[in-house]
């Protein structure tokens, strides 16, 4: 699954660990994330969406 995360993460200007903070989880598994390695569980992708205030859909993307 594509996803937005790096872009969104560089536009607030948040390294991977600052996300990784926020979000509860390891700089590693933001790293997969973005780089598709990983795709996230439903309540960890909400939960990226909610940070964001986007839609799910405006974060993932269909590949």
Same mark, same amino acid.
Do not use: C, E, H
């Given at each position: 699954m594509k996803n937005r995360?790096? /872009?969104l993460r560089a536009e607030r200007?948040?390294?991977q660990a600052d996300l990784a903070e926020r979000l509860k989880?390891?700089?590693q598994? /933001?790293?997969a994330i973005e780089t598709?390695?990983?795709d996230p569980s439903?309540?960890?992708a909400f939960k990226i969406a909610d940070l964001f205030e986007?839609?799910?859909e405006e974060v993932f993307?269909?590949?």
């Open positions: 995360l790096k /872009v200007d948040w390294s989880v390891s700089r598994s /933001v790293n598709g390695k990983y439903l309540p960890l986007m839609p799910i993307l269909r590949a």
